[in-house]
């Protein structure tokens, strides 16, 4: 707390060239005043979200990433295929800062004494380009943590968090009793396993291997489908029966997967169907999309009548939707459980030189279930 | 009008049996005897539209039907493929009858002033089984057709044109402010022309074939796309460039269509991005598959944000949505413009008995544009 603030401090940077190359550096930038209803935070501690990787690498093949730089200031270059290159014309040239949250602590305030009262103390903080030494951020972008709490405590506390209860209320709002989510064992998974275990609401929970299974059975997960059984249509449509469940958030995206939601929907309201419908159930289904885990194209029978809706899925238009109050109270809830409900774990921490170390960048890119790293920037 | 009414009369019917096989047939039912606020209507004409095919048909494999019977009660059998069985399962040994809409002249009136009003008049009707020689119906399932208006002409007043109104009404109450049609020269596609010219709406089309697109410039259509050319997608995003389109209704529902459409929209929006996202666009795309012309599955490359959405759309859940005044601010709008905005044409007429050829099985079943059929039950 009382470590001089230096001048100037390291920043990580992701640049795609017109030339069809990603380069990951880290580039030395001015530590910023904060304005007077802002805070100075020294970043201790900022989680390696699938969102934040998606930005980090874009469509480059990391395979062949290279290492370059020196010790202090590596530099990772990667190719980046040239079908790939369309989707990214937006960013070309522009040298981004990565990392959508983090903790750290206090150094600095502005002038305001609501900015004041947070000097010394540890917050969780929501604004991108968290993979730096120092961010300056206004208040409202920050989330005062319980006493002893840790940054790494905190360093979750926005995206995982926010997005499972955004699918818990997304569900409500939108009139469906119970939900279906998929990568069901990924850290986000296992907390929306707890929101829903906490709040009486019914999940299905799917997975792709035995062992994931059994990691959501055994910290209470009633309904669980592996994706791998021979016979995983039929345990889905039988656990839709169980629950009710008319809506399901998929992170896979690409693939049958999400078709293969709906038309279980589908079929499990037909069990209790009086009269044939050529058109199908009247009950509507809804998959949204919120992640690419999958990244081939997605694909489809329709099966599964007319009532049904595919859409996308993102936090910050959700909770812009909700408006500031409902988003408010979402925050004060994470607040009061960071440590049991939304606790997180990670496999690893990295610092920025860390990073860019090829071995480490091929283990945090797998994204494997329990596998999630922390990067420490100072 | 001063034929005497019939004790029995004929009614086509579809039945799937549980061994697989379809049965048409034309049954010998009682004429009705209408309640209060009922007429009795004689079916004078009655279009083949594709959604009465479907129910007609089902799943059945039409090549290979055969004729059985006798000239007066023709019954044609085809098999089902045993995939196609699950599907079914709704409607297996239930002899169902055909046909959404049609229109006739009300031979007899329940006791309702209402309904005796109408004895002698030419209606258009809506409700099920118009392939029928009569039919008793509600009021509130009629439409009064203006002076002179043939049964011919008032055959089609309920499912095109609902469906199309309904395609505009939809546009404007989720936001949009232009939209995009394919099989666009359908009888349908050239009223949504009709009504988009009328109105003053913007209109994409998009076809399949130069002479289609042709047809519709032909009749004043200003964007016209076709898949079969080989800057189709870029064609496509032009015309989104200039209407702003952010709608869809596809009527083909399978193979990658939906997606392009989907695709050359977020195109067209980052035209005018002020900065890069990657989560694309903010601005919600939408597209609804209201039709299955393309029995393919539904594929799409995820390349357009997250904010987007496709879905089912069927006309009486969106009537029942709209609720009963606006739907009737509808059915006015279309007796207005009967042969005008809302004129239907038909390639043939068949008779019950002529349903139930073989030639015209297989010339009804290709759903071609401008090959429209008609039925004529008596």
Redesign the interface.
């Known amino acids: 707390m009382n470590q001089p603030i230096p001048a100037t401090a390291l920043q990580l940077r992701s640049l795609i060239k017109a030339s069809g190359e990603l380069e990951l550096s880290l580039a030395l930038i001015d530590v910023p005043r904060p304005a007077a209803n802002e805070v100075l935070v020294r970043i201790e501690a900022a989680p390696l979200n699938p969102s934040d990787i ?2 980090l690498f ?1 469509p480059a093949d990391m395979s062949g990433a290279t290492a370059g730089g020196n010790a202090e200031r590596p530099v990772v270059t990667a190719p980046i295929p040239e079908a790939a290159m369309k ?1 990214v014309a ?2 070309l040239g ?1 040298s981004m800062p990565v990392g959508n949250e983090g903790a750290g602590v206090v150094v600095a305030a502005g002038s305001s004494e609501a900015a004041q009262a947070l000097v010394g103390k540890t917050v969780a903080v929501l604004g991108g380009a968290m993979y730096s030494q120092y961010r300056a951020l206004p208040l409202e972008q920050c989330l005062l943590l319980p006493e002893g709490a840790t940054p790494a405590d905190g360093a979750s506390s926005f995206v995982n968090p926010l997005t499972a209860l955004g699918m818990v209320e997304t569900m409500r709002r939108e009139g469906h009793h119970a939900l279906v989510h998929t990568a069901a064992a990924s850290n986000l998974g296992q907390m929306l396993n707890r929101i829903c275990l906490k709040d009486g609401i019914a999940l299905v929970n799917i997975v792709r291997k035995p062992e994931q299974a059994e990691l959501l059975r055994s910290i209470g997960a009633v309904h669980v489908c592996n994706t791998e059984s021979p016979s995983f249509l039929q345990e889905l449509t039988e656990a839709l029966v169980a629950t009710g469940a008319t809506i399901a958030f998929d992170a896979t ?2 693939g049958r997967l999400a ?1 293969q939601i709906l038309g279980c929907m589908e079929q499990a309201l ?1 069990r209790t ?1 009086k ?5 199908g159930s ?1 009950t509507h289904k809804q998959v949204y ?2 992640g ?1 885990l999958d990244t081939r ?7 599964f ?10 936090l910050f ?1 959700f909770l812009q939707k909700i408006g500031p109050a409902a988003a408010e109270a979402l925050k004060q809830r994470i607040a009061a459980e960071l440590k049991t409900t939304f606790a997180s774990r990670y496999a690893q921490s990295v610092s920025l030189t860390g990073m860019l170390q090829l071995d480490s960048i091929a283990a945090y890119n797998k994204r494997a279930t329990g596998e999630k790293f922390l990067v420490t920037p100072n």
Chains 1, 2 share one sequence.
């Open positions: 998606g930005l874009g989707a937006g960013r522009v995206g690409g078709g037909n169907a009269e044939y419908s050529r058109y009247t999309l919120y690419r194209p997605t694909e489809f029978v329709r099966n009548g007319m009532a049904w809706g595919m859409g996308g899925w993102l238009p």
